[in-house]
């Protein structure tokens, strides 16, 4: 029996609109930028100089993130800040190629890295106390964003270089660094990196049911790798128990409601959970230069400010 026989056992999955193209970005990227500095003011409200710092930081990552996409061709781009967190841009596209969503995600921290390091060494050389301390931030915020954890940009990257291979090592690496973080927060005082943490550790949850979804549908044989729309019925069934498998509060919404409506969401939660098909032209020698360039990006500023006694409180300008 032929593939589409058996597809045609399965009822048609539900019709997912495609998601409009979004108008007034700026707009809303400034009413966030805004929130973004008000709430930091409410918690430190002495801190002003270290805050536009801190937003010339997050728009320099972001704005890397931002206009590699727009290269890319990437559709509803948006760059949004988050109250007390920092910053994301998001956008989609139908299909992906490896080498394109690398350098979307290198563009934030790498520029960050690069720049933070000529800061540092001219705020040394001519005794300019603002760009040793603007060039800390840099490191601070774009060495963090290079931790392998998901969603941060180190597990992007970790994930378009292996792919569907480090799943689990995401969710181990995500709870070891959730529970650090949250200890750090509590034994040093600086509850922003504890609330961090614990909002860290609801990602590992998802992290770990996205596990679960995936390792099932390795056992039915179900490929994942598809966008909703060239989903199989067939394929879209096994996925959809799947989510409702370990989902309890989704499957006991599906069970008390009935409609289009709840067609809509379980269609939606099934496409989550796909993991779009990626064009793999990264051969092993480019990801070992990646691998390089990843590891000196976080040890090397890590070094000079070593080498400066940073870590002993002694530096000075």
């Known amino acids: ?25 700026i707009a809303v990227t400034v009413f966030s930028l805004m929130l973004f500095a008000l709430s930091f003011l409410l918690f430190f409200d002495n801190q002003f100089g270290f805050l536009l710092e801190l937003i010339g930081v997050l728009i320099l990552h ?14 509803n781009v948006r760059m949004l800040f988050l109250p007390l967190m920092g910053a994301f841009v ?19 921290p790498f520029p960050g890295i690069i720049i933070g390091i000529a800061l540092w060494l001219l705020g040394f050389q001519y005794e ?28 992007r990257m970790l994930s378009i270089l292996f792919f569907e291979r480090i799943e689990l090592f995401q ?12 200890a750090i927060g509590y034994f040093t005082g600086f509850y922003i990196i504890l609330v961090f943490g614990f909002l860290m550790g609801f990602q590992v949850r998802s992290l770990h049911r996205r596990y679960l979804i995936h390792k099932g549908l390795k056992e039915d044989e179900v ?11 067939r394929s879209y069934h096994f996925v959809k128990n799947q989510v409702l498998e370990h989902t309890p509060g989704l499957r006991r919404f599906v ?5 289009e409506d709840t067609k809509t969401v379980v269609a939606n939660e099934v496409k989550n959970m ?25 040890f090397g500023p890590i070094y000079l400010m070593w080498s400066q006694g940073v870590f002993n409180g002694i530096y000075a300008v």
């Open 171 to 182: 969710v181990i690496f995500s709870f070891i660094s959730s529970m650090a973080l949250i």
């Open 62 to 75: 972001e704005g890397g993130h931002y206009l590699f996409m727009k290269w890319y061709g990437y559709e």
């Open 128 to 155: 300019q106390a603002w760009m040793v301390e603007s060039a800390m931030i840099l490191f601070a915020v774009n060495i963090l964003n290079l931790l392998p954890i998901l969603p941060l940009d180190g597990g």
């Open 223 to 233: 490929n994942f790798n598809s966008t909703y729309d060239n989903l199989s019925d």
């Open 90 to 108: 998001h956008g989609h596209k139908e299909s992906y190629r490896q080498r394109q969503s690398l350098m979307v995600v290198m563009a934030g």
């Open 274 to 298: 796909l993991v779009p098909p990626m064009d793999q032209d990264l051969n092993g020698l480019m990801k070992a230069i990646v691998i390089i360039a990843w590891i000196l990006a976080i």
């Open 1 to 25: 029996m032929m593939d589409n026989d058996f597809n045609s056992l399965y009822p048609p999955k539900p019709f997912l609109e495609k998601e409009p193209v979004r108008q007034g970005h």
């Open 255 to 259: 069970e008390n409601m009935e409609g």
